[in-house]
């Protein structure tokens, strides 16, 4: 049997420009979450207070793929916690479906930096332990794990347990499981930061192929320009802290995109000259008074001898 799989058809070269697949317009699309305001400050220990977000306005529809991006530091996961309800913002207002988010919710559902699997227990139960709460019956759980588990090419390895997988395949369980609980929106924080260019690659492919068959909405944290331009519908900038919304930018790609494509490394450079300066003050919050940018080496004070030049 020829293996006809998304992925192996990738492999064979990029879709020709009228045959690739684009994301459905969504502007005719209801309003799946709506931020208004949104501000956080932290207060450490010795009374200071630093503030994290300032005044985030943005509103991600039905069915859209939105990446947030920007420098180390700058409030993404910050925000991404307030989005799930993990963290309240200090002012301002997140909706989800035109209801005030007060805590976690079953429609809303966060995919951390780890896989987070429980060790002891196999990929499919893995799955269905998130199962237990929606009441399902043990032989309805089996059957729905497994159906994701074929989702995201892992039914081989239903019986495998977390040691027995790669960092690519437990982040392909984690996927499965988040998606199994059939969240509104699906949250997702910096998953593949941990893996190899080439895990990354592949999952990057995947991820779109399941966000195309589930039409989930999906907003995915990343500090990666290449990531966040090959897999969103929109990326929205955020300065260095405190994190605001330095630009949007609409994503006009056909799909399935590959990270390594002439476009996407086109416009990944061209949001990268927006960030250069957002990175640059970050490099100088945080290097010590002296140090040196370009090598980040502390400065001695040794004036260099110039009495015998060559």
Not at 11 to 21: D, L, T
Not at 185 to 212: C, G, K, S, V
């Amino acid at each position: 049997m020829i293996d006809k799989s998304p992925l192996v058809e990738m492999a064979k070269g990029p879709s020709p420009v009228g045959a690739a697949r684009r994301a459905t317009p969504t502007l005719s699309r209801p309003i799946k979450l709506r931020l208004t305001g949104v501000s956080k400050a932290f207060r450490s220990a010795n009374g200071n207070t630093t503030l994290a977000l300032q005044d985030i306005n943005f509103e991600v529809r039905e069915g859209e793929f939105v990446c947030i991006l920007g420098p180390s530091g700058c409030g993404k996961t910050t925000l991404l916690n307030i989005i799930a309800g993990l963290d309240r913002a200090g002012c301002g207002d997140v909706l989800c479906n035109g209801r005030r988010v007060k805590g976690p919710g079953m429609d809303r559902i966060v995919m951390f930096q780890e896989s987070v699997l429980f060790p002891w227990l196999t990929a499919c139960k893995n799955i269905e332990i998130g199962l237990k709460s929606k009441g399902l019956s043990k032989a309805a759980r089996t059957v729905k794990a497994m159906d994701f588990l074929r989702l995201v090419h892992l039914s081989k390895f239903a019986n495998a347990h977390p040691h027995e997988l790669s960092g690519g395949m437990r982040q392909r369980v984690a996927l499965a499981r988040s998606l199994a609980m059939e969240p509104e929106i699906l949250l997702m924080d910096e998953p593949f930061t941990a893996l190899d260019a080439q895990t990354r690659w592949i999952l990057h492919y995947e991820l779109q192929n399941i966000w195309e068959k589930t039409g989930k909405t999906v907003i995915f944290v990343t500090h990666n320009i290449r990531e966040a331009v090959c897999l969103a519908d929109r990326v929205i900038v955020l300065s260095s802290r405190p994190g605001r919304i330095k630009r949007e930018y609409k994503i006009d790609l056909p799909r399935p995109r590959d990270d390594g494509s002439v476009e996407v490394a086109a416009l990944s450079t061209e949001i990268l000259a927006i960030l250069r300066d957002e990175i640059e003050k970050v490099m100088r919050e945080e290097l010590d008074e002296g140090s040196c940018k370009e090598c980040d080496v502390k400065c001695v004070g040794v004036t260099p001898d110039n009495s015998n030049p060559k």
